[in-house]
C-alpha cells in the first residue's frame, strides 16, 4: 500500500506540483470542488512517472490524495461516481487508491467490492492489475482465484498479484493445470511466471 505522505512527497518537485498543491488546498476548503480537479488531474498535474513510489504517475498521486480529502460521510458514494464515469486513467487510479482509503477511514473493508469485480470484467489489462492490489484480500478466494487465471489468460504478470504467494492453493493449482493442458493442445507455451507458480503448487501438493 502507498500511502498519501508518500504521494505527496513524490509530486514535489514535479513539473506542475503547484497545481497539485493548489487543488488538494481548494478540496480542504471546498470539498465540491474535488470531482473537477480529480478530472482534470491528466491535464493538469500530467502524467509525469514518480521514481519515488514506483508504478505511480503524477496523475494517478493527484487523484488518490482528492480521494483521500473526501469528507467521510461523502467518500463511498462519490469514489463509486467517479469510477463509474470515468475513463480508463480515471478508474485505475480509484483502483490503485483503495488500500490507502480503506486503511484511512474513508472506506468500510468491502465498500469498494463492485468496483474491483466490474474491473475484473474489462478486458482492460491495466485495470485488472490495478484491481488485484492490496485491497483484493477482501475479494472472497473463488471471485480471486479467477482474477489471478484471467491475469495469466491476458498476459498481465502475476507481480500485480498482491499476496499471491499466500493465497495460491490447490485449486487455483488444479485451475492453472487445465489453462496449461488447454495452451499445450494448441501449441502454445504457458506464461513463464503462472509455469512457476502451478510447479511450486505442485510440488507443495505432493
Known amino acids: ?56 504517475t503524477a496523475d494517478e498521486a ?12 461523502r467518500a463511498e458514494a462519490e469514489i463509486g461516481d467517479l469510477y463509474r464515469h470515468g475513463d480508463a486513467d ?4 480509484v483502483l490503485k487508491a483503495l488500500p490507502a ?14 468496483l474491483l469485480h466490474d474491473a475484473i ?5 491495466r485495470l485488472l492489475a490495478a484491481a488485484l492490489g492490496p485491497y483484493a484480500r477482501h475479494l472472497d478466494q473463488a471471485a480471486w482465484r479467477q482474477a489471478v487465471l484471467k491475469c495469466v489468460f491476458m498476459g498481465v504478470p502475476l507481480t500485480a498479484v498482491d499476496g499471491l504467494e499466500e493465497r495460491a492453493d490447490r485449486e487455483l493449482a488444479a485451475m492453472l493445470a487445465g489453462f496449461a493442458d488447454e495452451r499445450a493442445a494448441a501449441g502454445r507455451p504457458m506464461p513463464a ?14
Not at 480529480?38 to 521514481?51: C, E, K, S, V, Y
Not at 482509503?101 to 463492485?114: I, M, N, R, Y
Open 90 to 93: 480515471e478508474k485505475r487510479a
Open 101 to 114: 482509503l480503506a486503511a484511512g477511514g474513508a472506506l468500510s473493508s468491502a465498500a469498494a467490492l463492485p
Open 121 to 125: 470484467r474489462t478486458n482492460d489489462a
Open 1 to 56: 500500500m502507498t500511502r498519501p505522505d508518500r504521494l505527496r512527497a513524490a509530486l514535489r518537485g514535479t513539473p506542475r506540483a503547484e497545481w497539485v498543491d493548489a487543488a488538494l488546498k481548494a478540496a480542504a476548503e471546498r470539498p465540491e470542488t474535488i470531482g473537477r480537479s480529480f478530472t482534470q488531474a491528466g491535464r493538469r498535474a500530467g502524467r509525469t512517472p514518480l521514481p519515488a513510489v514506483p508504478g505511480w
Open 193 to 206: 511466471d503462472a509455469a512457476a507458480l502451478l510447479d511450486r503448487l505442485t510440488r507443495e501438493e505432493s
Open 62 to 73: 493527484a487523484r488518490a490524495l482528492l480521494l483521500a480529502a473526501l469528507p467521510a460521510d
